[in-house]
């Protein structure tokens, strides 16, 4: 507990803030950006400096007067005495900013210390854990975001953080951005997916939006931690496409059929290579923003987030009685701050609608995403897949020939857009960077034509 005297020099820094803006309104836009009414404890500070803000928004002029005039017209119990002895206790506004820095922080110990006891309440009450956990990294986030609250960035401090971006670079430190790992890709993105950036991975079902993403992913977890919230396969899933990418194995069978003994050999090698990679995933089927935010919190030197995918995300409760479009928004925003907050890419996977099927020319354009809310808008890069043998005859396509991907960078707010190619083995879950002609079937291997085994 803050003693006596903290506690009267806090409210003498309040009364101080107020005092300043009573005697100039020059200081009130700093102020403002500062510290929320809120901020204030006393109910007499609080509603002379919500009056002052009504004041500002209105175009009012702006003195001791019309703000106690416009406090009193408010409701608020403020007397004349209380304003003068606000301005004679505030000699000179010049050091304001210091008075609401002193303000801010006991504003956040007070806040933290309400947070700390809804743990404890949360704890004591036998609430869920993760719940917990939930509701406090949240506060946490919005405590850490008003604690940094006004700051003004100048012209100088703006070109400085650039600066230092383009040293890192310079010094050939890719911290600022994330390699996806396939050289193609990484070039029209401009070198990667940025810190903070939400990344939309594009397709329908089935095209190979999670088999690229699990590349990625375990690309980007050979040197930094990943977390792949998977909201379609369970844990053994993920880890048979894993492992099958790595043997050539499918995962079907992987999955629902006998091994050799060499496959065994294979199998084992593979999930002790795979298992020394810093790769996290989750176990539940159904996750909210919150759920992502908490999971992500721990682990240390989190580099990647890879959500699969965008639809399965569960709103937050009091939003899912709102229409689709209107929750989906407020998922695709959330999505954006919690990438800005914990300064990591956020990769989300979307299966784009059915109409796609109808058009005569079958490749995604950035309209199909119109039923996502805000998140084309939102997002940093959306990313679309697509590949021609999707809509042939299956009968007449080979899962164990590399199919094409292309690779279509439709939205890039840090660059240009482009698109790329990459090969992809439908029957290993492998994806690869290369040049890339369809043989015909003469010259498939009689060992790896439809209907042999591989």
Known sequence: MPDVHSQRLNLMAEQSVIGAILLTDRCLPEVERALHPTDFRLEGDRALYEAALALERDGDRIDSVTILDRAQKMGAQVSRQYVLELMELTPTAANVMEYVKLVKEESLRAALMEAADRIREGVEGREPPSAVLSAAGQRLDDLASQSSLGRLVTP???????????????????????????????????GGMLNSGLYLLAARPGMGKTTLALNIADRVAQTDPVLFVSLEMDTEQLAAKRISRETGISANKLLMQPLTDPEEVKVSQAAKSLASLAFYSNDAPTVTVDDIGALARSIVGLRLIVVDYFGKILPPAASRRAGRVEYTTEISGALKNLARTLRVPILTLCQLNREVEGRQIKRPQLSDLRDTGALEQDADGVIFLYREDYYADRSTVDPNVPSLLEVDLAKNRHGGVGSCKLAFSLASSRITGMSYRRPKREEIPEQFRLGEEF
């Not at 951005?177 to 993105?189: F, H, I, P, R, S």
């Open 156 to 190: 100088a401090d703006g070109f400085l953080a650039f600066f230092r971006q383009r040293d890192a670079v310079e010094a050939g430190d890719a911290r600022g951005y994330v390699c996806t790992g396939y050289m193609a890709l990484d070039e029209l993105l401009g």
